[in-house]
């Protein structure tokens, strides 16, 4: 059974993003993972910016599935409006893909995503 959840302990998801070849510190991001039972199956994260921003730059998965990353995606999209934010930003070329089909516009060369009444439109 699958589980996508934010995660407290950021270890499984800094060893699952180890295994792909990317080295990072998730320790001030809000992160979640999906998970198979013990298996770590993909990782997102939303990280805040020296100016205020809040970005998602990193979704990664178990296998390059599109699908899979866009449930990720939107499952911490919706956590970060629970949490009030209201905008997110986004500037990792190779999530050009997932951000259109989130609905981010580019704008002075990044990505921008509202929030406001992003869950609640039926489009979405």
Known sequence: MLTIKEVENKTIAEQFLLK???????????VMTCMDRDECLGVAALTLKEEGK???????MIEDDLSFAHGMAKSILNLADLRGIKQVYGKNPELSRLYQMLQFTEQ????VLSLEGYFTQEKH
């Open 54 to 60: 809040v970005y998602l730059d990193l979704v990664k």
């Open 20 to 30: 792909k070849g990317i080295e990072v510190s998730l320790t001030e991001d809000i």
């Open 108 to 111: 002075d060369g990044e990505y």
